[in-house]
């Protein structure tokens, strides 16, 4: 890129004329044209003596095209990993977004788009699998959520027996006493 920078300001910023830098739409034209007449026919060491047009022209069936049907806004989305909280959010640059409470204390990867407005849904992602999109929080309607909390008592995993019928406390006697 630098060699390209050092190119374009040697052999064309110097030729420009006051028509030229009127617009830039016609600074376009210009450039177009010198990049299209002289740049792509001129000879380059770096390419073995050969010009760009035809070092291009060598290596274009190994240039590969994206398939029509591949949404390039989702190919070029940011990524980043986030551990979700116990109420169930995450938060990316500053915001707070919900997400599903089975994902409580998980890794999870968050897909976005930096151009977009804040507050838009994000993508949430786990081992490579689409899960949901995540919501911009409502910190009022999640004051309201109610959440489990683990107890640290045992709970059985079947139901206590019914005790037996019949039986009444002024029946049962000390084995060491004697009845009255």
């Not at 009127?22 to 050969?50: F, I, M």
């Not at 151009?115 to 911009?136: D, F, H, M, S, Y």
């Amino acid at each position: 890129m630098e060699r390209w920078f050092r190119t374009v300001r040697a052999q064309l910023l110097t030729r420009l004329t006051p028509e030229d830098t009127r617009s830039l739409e016609a600074l376009n034209r210009r450039l177009w044209a010198w990049v299209e007449g002289e740049y792509h026919h001129t000879p380059h060491r770096a390419l073995e003596g050969q010009t760009p047009l035809e070092h291009w022209a060598s290596r274009a069936d190994e240039v590969r095209f994206p398939d029509p049907t591949l949404d390039l806004e989702e190919v070029f989305l940011f990524e980043t990993q986030r551990t979700v909280q116990k109420d169930r959010t995450v938060s990316l640059h500053g915001l707070i977004y919900e997400v599903d409470a089975a994902l409580v204390g998980q890794k999870v990867t968050l897909r976005y788009d930096p151009a977009a407005p804040p507050g838009r849904p994000v993508q949430v992602w786990q081992e490579g699998q689409p899960i949901q999109l995540a919501k911009r929080l409502d910190a009022y309607a999640n004051c309201f959520v109610k959440r489990q909390r683990p107890s640290g008592m045992l709970s059985p995993d079947t139901a206590a027996p019914e005790p037996p019928s019949g039986l009444a406390l002024r029946n049962l006697t000390d084995p060491n006493t004697e009845p009255r």
